[in-house]
Nanobody, 125 residues
Framework: QVQLVESGGGSVQAGGSLRLSCAAF????????MGWFRQAPGKEREGVAS????????YYADSVTGRFTISRDNAKNTLYLQMNSLKPEDTALYYC??????????????????WGQGTQVTVSS
């Protein structure tokens, strides 16, 4: 079984930065795809960024391209999301996700088997 634990959320002003972390525990070595998703109140969960853990290919939603960077530290079994130039519309509950398979659509939430509990990010104007 795999457990994902997010941290690093908080409240910042527009233009600020945060770095989210996702620590993975358990049977983690075979997690091929890992990603960050977010869900704002009244909205559907959306893919923010994902990373292919074999080739380190990254994928980003258009809304965060150039502002967010996904990375991982395999030695620490930790996934990161560096968020810069934050905007009020980035306010959401951010989730970490992982799956042992190569995913054809890595920014679609339906493909991921394992999920964390989420960490809140609030950006004020």
């Amino acid at each position: 079984q795999v457990q994902l634990v997010e941290s690093g959320g908080g409240s910042v002003q527009a233009g600020g930065s945060l770095r989210l972390s996702c620590a993975a525990f358990g049977y983690t070595y075979s997690m091929y795809s890992m990603g960050w998703f977010r869900q704002a109140p009244g909205k559907e969960r959306e893919g923010v960024a994902s990373i292919d853990t074999v080739d380190s290919r990254t994928y980003y939603a258009d809304s965060v391209t150039g502002r967010f960077t996904i990375s991982r530290d395999n030695a620490k079994n930790t996934l990161y999301l560096q968020m810069n130039s934050l905007k009020p519309e980035d306010t959401a509950l951010y989730y970490c996700a992982a799956d042992p398979r190569f995913l054809m659509a890595p920014l679609r939430s339906a493909g991921y088997r394992y999920w964390g509990q989420g960490t809140q990010v609030t950006v004020s104007s």
